[in-house]
């Protein structure tokens, strides 16, 4: 077992901000089985958050606000960026999670995580601006995916009140050259044409693997290779999944695995947003596959 935080080269602030997200992992999901329930608010997103997703925000604030050079902290869960002492891109780092990345899952008993960005930079800020990202991914186990200087990395996530053990299973993760997998969100009649025929391709070519969870289904890419992508909907052209919280983390993570990811037009960290909460269409795998996608698209 290495203790990653020993793993030279990365950033300390970078170790510690992954410490105490790793930290809160057990906790969160032992607690998971009791807050399947709808909390009866809405996020800043417009949607309807589960008792899951305000626990794990609020136990995930906690928690990394405490961490000396987190200037800033935003959450899909809340409206504003919480001040943690400021000094962003002086020294100090914005983080930026979804606590609980594909929290109806809860109701099914499917896999779901939170996904975490650290960005150098006052948000919104573009995915250039990032210095690591990472998710917890509540599987059959907990793992943590980091993608930080030194590339990307697996670890297993171990513990419960007497503390938390990161075990690192994998280190300089990269997508297989041979994909295997594919996941398109939204529904079928809501694709654009375009879309729609560059699936038609990909079904001949892969093998369906969708579970609903950003996380999860970004994780069979990288683990067997493919392509993930919450598309344009012909009535949601952003499409459904956030930029700074979602699609720049995990574009982050799959581009240091040897992947890529767009929004459609552009590269997804290039993207200039003019909020927090901007949504963007995402797809991310596989280079030969994106780039196939782009060409559909254009
Ligand atoms: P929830 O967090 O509300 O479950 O949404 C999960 C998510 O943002 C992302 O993780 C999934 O890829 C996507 O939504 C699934 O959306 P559909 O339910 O429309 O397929």
Sequence with gaps: MVDPASDGGADSTVEAVFDAVAATAPEIR?????????SGTENASGESVLAGDLYADELLGEAITAVDGVG?????????????GGGVGEGAYAVAIDPLDGS????????MGTVVGVYDAPLPATGRDLV????????????????DADGVREEVIAGDDGGVERSVVETDLRLPDDPLVYGFGGRVPD?????????REIEDELKL???????GDVNQVLTYGGIF????????????????????????IIERAGGTATDGEQHILDVEPEGVHDRVPL????????????????
């Design 72 to 84: 800033s902290f935003v959450s899909e869960e809340r409206e504003a960026a919480v001040d943690a």
């Design 104 to 111: 109806s899952n809860l109701r099914s008993n499917n896999a």
């Design 283 to 298: 797809y991310v795998g596989n280079e030969e596959l994106v780039e196939r996608l782009q060409a559909a698209l254009a």
């Design 191 to 199: 694709w654009p044409a375009d879309f729609t025929d560059y699936a």
């Design 209 to 215: 693997r969708y579970g609903g969870a950003m996380v």
């Design 229 to 252: 992508a919450y598309p344009a909907l012909v009535d949601a052209p952003d499409g459904k999944l956030r930029l700074s919280f979602e699609a720049n983390p995990i574009a982050y």
């Design 30 to 38: 032992a607690a998971l089985p009791g807050r399947r329930v709808e």
């Design 132 to 147: 690591a990202a990472g998710y917890v991914l509540y599987g059959p186990i907990t793992t943590m995916v980091v993608a």
